[in-house]
């Protein structure tokens, strides 16, 4: 039986589920048939029966046509196609990795002496881009609140600012920013609005809620499979198209054929995948509510999770990573033998996959501003395919010696 919460947090990936069988085929069927998936070609040199058609081919480089391998290549085309549809967007630019897709616009749209506001609940790795190489090169970069009022963002915003980053809900904290109360304040400064959307694939609509450009570890839910590293960056509007590609080409970045078609493939399955890991997730996170050792448990569909209204007002599912904070007597050494106690969650880094993973939250993370921060310890869970009684069976156990 399914209550309420239940429908809303799983309805919204089946929504997509004709999107992600039918775009990225092939274009056309021939007469004598063809296999319904694209094969892997793999290229750098593509030949040319004039050098006429050869210059004309060059000046395609905004089309997703194959010019050089360096600049794309079928495979990853058709990729980028599929994303660029369930982002809601016009053009998608496949990256070699979820943190190229972070960095990239980042250089691809700003210049020495601007500025870049960006939520403090940052993937930590695109916090350190912003504050080593950017930094290097003149850009600098400064953290805001990720439930930040109107009126405090628009203070921290400065005339140079070109850029404000959002990610929601936001890495190890959960918090689900008011993405279209940011996109106005990007707007009235003139700035572009990054949204790092991987938790929201396809249940949350970048550009419908006022974002310019979305970002996507494809490592995670479209890989879906732990063995892909990929990212992609889609945009809405032709100008921002024209400085992200010159951008990706002047770079050299491009998405391997053979992890393209892996991430084709898996896209396949998404959303079936998805909403079976968002109920698991859901009932996981209501189970540990109750459990002793849980001080809160930060999942956007919980009502007390910051941000849960904004989850409510603009996602139409939910996702399999939510976080887990534990009574602040519990030490963080207790937490962290209660991991190694768990033998079905594997402890490791990424999620999106089909397995349940562990990972400690507190103690390493960084941050500008401590409101938000748990008094205590804290992990998050990624939920995947395994039988939920077990996972519930596995924390159980684990977790008996803490109370
Ligand atoms: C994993 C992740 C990335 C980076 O993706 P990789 O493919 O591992 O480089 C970026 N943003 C978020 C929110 C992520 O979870």
């Known amino acids: 039986m399914t209550d309420a919460m239940e429908r809303r947090v799983t309805e919204g990936w089946s929504r997509f589920a004709d999107k992600v069988v039918r775009a990225g085929r092939h274009d056309s069927l021939p007469e004598r048939g063809q296999f319904i998936n694209a094969p892997v070609a793999r290229g750098s040199t593509v030949i040319f029966p004039s050098l006429a058609a050869m210059h004309a081919q060059g000046h395609r480089t905004y089309d997703h046509e194959v010019i050089y391998g360096a600049m794309g290549n079928p495979n990853q085309h058709l990729l980028e196609r599929l994303i660029a549809e369930i982002e809601g967007g016009s053009d998608c630019q496949a990256v070699c990795s979820g943190l190229t897709a972070c960095a990239l616009p980042l250089l691809a749209f700003t210049e020495a002496g601007s500025h870049v506001l960006m939520s403090d609940a940052i993937y930590g790795p695109t916090r350190r881009f912003a504050k080593t190489m950017l930094r290097r090169f003149g850009v600098e970069t400064s953290f805001y609140p990720p439930m930040a009022s109107k009126e405090t963002l628009q203070s921290l915003m400065r005339p140079e600012t070109r850029i404000i980053v959002a990610e929601s809900p936001g890495s190890h904290s959960f918090e689900v920013q008011d993405v279209p109360m940011i996109a106005d304040v990007a707007a009235a400064g003139q700035a572009k609005l990054i949204v790092d959307n991987t938790w929201g694939l396809g249940i949350f609509q970048p550009f419908a809620h006022g974002a310019h450009i979305s970002v996507q570890a494809l490592t995670k ?16 509007a032709r100008e921002d198209w024209v400085k992200l590609r010159d951008a990706a080409i002047q ?46 448990v930060l999942h956007p569909a919980l009502e007390d999770c910051p941000g849960h209204d904004n989850w409510l007002r603009d996602f139409s599912g939910a996702g399999c990573l939510f976080g887990v904070a534990l009574r602040p007597e519990i030490t963080d050494a207790a937490m962290r033998a209660m991991i190694d106690r768990l033998k079905i969650f594997s402890i490791g880094a990424s999620w999106g996959g089909y397995e349940s993973l562990v990972m400690p939250t507190s103690g390493g993370i960084v941050r500008d501003h401590t409101h938000h921060h748990q008094p205590g310890p804290a992990f998050r869970l990624q939920i995947g395919l395994e039988d939920p009684e077990t996972l519930k069976e596995d924390l ?3 977790m008996a010696v803490l109370q």
């Open 396 to 398: 159980a156990t684990a």
């Open 221 to 236: 839910y479209a890989g879906g499979h732990s063995d892909i590293i990929l990212g992609a960056v889609t945009v809405n």
């Open 251 to 296: 770079l050299g970045l491009c998405a391997n054929p053979d992890e393209s078609w892996l991430t084709l493939r898996g896209l396949r399955t998404l959303t079936v995948r998805l909403e079976k890991q968002a109920l698991t997730a859901y009932r996981m996170a209501r189970w540990l509510q109750s459990c002793a050792p849980v001080a809160r």
